[in-house]
């Protein structure tokens, strides 16, 4: 497909009718029946900058995002692709006074494509897991995806899989999340207790967050973006050339002066502790 002398990737999309929704049947199979071939992208006409995914009642995975989101056009191009790379088809549904269409044209133009850093992509990416865990990657010397140490019958978690319907290919990929995004930590809380938890102020104990070069990855051409997250790598994401530090409680407290974590109070000492690593380096 070429768009304004620029050819893109071929997507695959069905607009949604006037007040379609995740909870709707499908209105382009004869029987309102959803399937792995399908997912949506649903923009929602309220105020704020959040967006969430997940697998509705229907059985429909997808992804809302808050019209004034300041990157909606790039999640759209970057999960049409995506999902088009996996054989799915996007109903893309938004509020009436927007031109679907139109607005899926100019964020196919405007969102580029292969390892090229974007203005909008931030230098650091992170990812956090437990202590146990961190050891194990260590000595691999890689972040393995689920799909990998499930080969090798390592444990791995695959909370996101269960919990949000996440489709299957999500298991074949490292995730990673921007340096101010509690996300990570949510995710080392949450393995813990068995169940999902955002609560950003409950007692944990927290791993070992991993900075990483994302501006190094995109080059290398290992970065994929699928529009949920900042960035993804297929199976294994070797730490070296790509991780910058390692930080746990040790290096995020090392007077010992906490006595009861918080994910929000990890990840700003982990935070503080990763810009005095760079202001040293440089």
Not at 5 to 24: F, K, S
Not at 194 to 215: C, I, K, S, W
Request: hydrophobic share 35%; net charge negative.
């Amino acid at each position: 497909m070429t768009i304004g002398g620029l050819r893109m990737t071929e997507v695959n999309y069905r607009l949604a009718p006037a007040g379609w929704t995740q909870e709707c049947a499908n209105p382009f199979c004869g029987d309102g029946s959803y399937g792995a071939a399908w997912s949506c992208f649903e923009i929602v006409d309220v105020e704020g900058d959040r967006f969430s995914h997940g697998t509705g009642l229907t059985g429909l995975f997808g992804l809302h995002v808050e019209r004034l989101v300041a990157d909606l056009e790039t999640r759209l191009a970057d999960f049409l692709r995506y999902e088009a790379s996996h054989g799915r088809t996007v109903i893309v549904a938004a509020p009436s006074d927007m031109d679907k269409s139109a607005l899926i044209e100019r964020a196919q133009r405007h969102t580029p494509e292969g390892p090229v850093v974007r203005r909008s992509d931030p230098r650091w990416a992170v990812h956090s897991t437990g202590s146990d865990a961190w050891r194990n990657i260590r000595r691999c010397g890689d972040l393995q995806s689920l799909a990998s140490l499930s080969a090798r019958s390592a444990y791995a978690g695959g909370l996101g899989l269960s919990t949000f319907g996440e489709p299957a290919d999500y298991a074949g990929y490292v995730a990673l999340g921007r340096i101010d995004g509690i996300g990570p930590e949510h995710v080392v809380a949450s393995h813990q207790k068995g169940q999902v938890l955002t609560e950003e102020d409950a007692e944990y104990e927290p791993g070992v967050r991993l900075y990483f070069d994302a501006h190094r990855i995109i080059q290398d051409g290992l970065a994929t973006r699928d529009g949920v997250h900042l960035l993804k790598v297929r199976d294994r994401l070797p730490l070296v050339p790509h991780m910058r530090a390692a930080i746990g409680v040790e290096e995020a407290d090392p007077d010992g002066s906490v006595s009861a974590w918080t994910p929000r109070l990890f990840l700003e000492c982990a935070n503080s502790c990763f810009q005095r690593i760079l202001r040293h380096r440089e």
